[in-house]
């Protein structure tokens, strides 16, 4: 799936997100992000960057609003 589309995540993104996860007991398994923002994290890169960059655990951002063709989202579920 990495290097069709930029997804979405429901993440508001922290510039320090990974460095304030290193204060938690388990900060690889899913770090509390903030609970609002202006931001909204993006994953997995798309065939316009550079081919190391398309991998899933590759992070950006951008606006909530914006729309762009190289952006889109994939369906998850928690499991139960």
């Known amino acids: 799936m990495a290097g069709n589309v930029w997804k979405w995540c429901a993440d508001w993104y922290s510039a320090t ?12 398994r899913n770090p509390k992000v903030p609970d609002t923002g202006d931001r909204r994290v993006l ?9 190391h960059m398309l991998r899933n655990a590759e ?4 606006f909530p609003v914006s729309s762009l063709n190289v952006v889109g989202f994939r369906c ?3 499991a139960p």
């Open 76 to 78: 998850a579920m928690d």
């Open 59 to 62: 992070r950006v951002s951008d």
């Open 17 to 28: 997100y990974y460095s304030d996860a290193q204060d938690m007991e388990h900060p690889r």
């Open 43 to 51: 994953r997995g890169g798309t065939r316009y960057r550079n081919a």
